[in-house]
């Protein structure tokens, strides 16, 4: 079998998120107290505890989704023998998860991925004022669809294709009344489904530029390695593995579309027949199983899920 892990995005937090694998492995409890001290907050408390208003907030729900899939990942090497780079044939994250997914490739440390999503939530928060941005799911969309309905309905505003999930999901971003005009024209181009969506801000759109910048300065602060396996980049759907382009790709990230459909069927095509989910949630193994039919997927997150995983 050819493996790729995968590491989920924003909206797949929870309260309780990682409890159970810190109370259990001790490799675990290393991570979060590592991502704690790196931010100098207790974010493993809030991720244990809540409250979830507060662990939903951009700025904490990123580099906690990060520490839970990267202690995930060090319980799998400590307890099934995984390797990453003698195991694993690439790897991708949605989103925020690309950082994690470098994170477990090495080419970021857990202290300095943790910092930079703080960054990244905070300015992504900040880039757009409150209420002035919107975000609509076209649910039963294909991609050329949803792309005609965000020209149309931008009218000189902002309405750009922020995902491509895949499985018929795609996801709208930009100006308030830009977002509202284009579900509107979904409904009555008979688009299965259409919702604005409830978020803290526009992601993944030209709204973004602040935030693009701002993490364009920070990821030339941190020290970058180039990644023991393959990472596949949203904005690319393809791998990478040059320093440079990586961080170019981070950057393109912030306003650009994640284009997770394409990059699991690239996935797909170069081989890969395995995806494992490592983390919290299971909403990426979903999409994978409506995009490599053929392909196996499993979500890996809790003393359970390690135990049913492979001993290499």
């Known amino acids: 079998m050819a493996r ?17 694998l810190a109370e259990a492995f001790p490799q675990a409890r290393a991570v979060f107290e590592e991502v704690d001290a790196a931010l100098g907050q207790t974010l493993s408390r809030l991720m244990f505890e809540g409250p979830v208003e507060e662990l939903t907030l951009t700025a904490n729900a990123q580099p906690a989704l990060m520490a839970a899939s990267l202690a995930t990942l060090r319980v799998l090497e ?28 090495g080419t970021f440390s857990i202290a300095d991925a943790a910092r930079l999503l703080r960054i990244r939530g905070e300015a992504m928060q900040a880039a757009v004022a409150p209420g002035a941005g919107a975000m609509a799911a076209l649910i039963g969309a294909e991609i050329a669809a949803a792309h005609a309905i965000a020209e149309e309905a931008a009218e000189g505003a902002v309405c750009d294709v922020a995902n491509d999930n895949g499985g018929g999901q795609v996801v709208l971003s930009g100006d308030h009344a830009a977002v509202e005009r284009a579900v509107a024209l979904a409904q009555a181009r008979g688009i299965k489904r259409a919702v604005m969506l409830n978020v803290s801000a526009p992601f993944h759109c030209r709204l973004m530029a602040p935030a693009a910048q701002a993490m364009r300065a920070a990821l030339a602060e941190v020290a970058m390695h180039t990644p023991v396996v ?21 950057v393109a990230q912030v306003t650009g579309t994640v284009r997770w459909r394409e990059s699991v069927a690239a996935m797909a095509a170069g081989g890969i027949d395995c995806f494992n989910e490592i983390g919290t949630g299971r909403v990426l193994t979903g999409l994978v199983k409506r995009i490599a039919a053929g392909a196996a997927a499993s979500a890996v997150g809790t003393p359970d899920d390690v135990a049913a995983f492979p001993t290499f």
């Open 4 to 20: 790729a892990l995968i590491f989920p995005g924003q909206g797949s937090q929870a309260v309780g998120m990682g409890r159970a």
């Open 78 to 105: 400590a307890e099934r023998g995984l390797d990453l780079k003698r195991d694993i044939a690439c790897v991708a994250g949605h989103s925020l998860g690309e950082y994690t997914a470098l994170a477990a490739a």
């Open 230 to 250: 393959p990472v596949y980049a949203n904005v690319l759907a393809a791998p990478v593995t040059d320093r440079d382009a990586i961080r170019d790709a981070l």
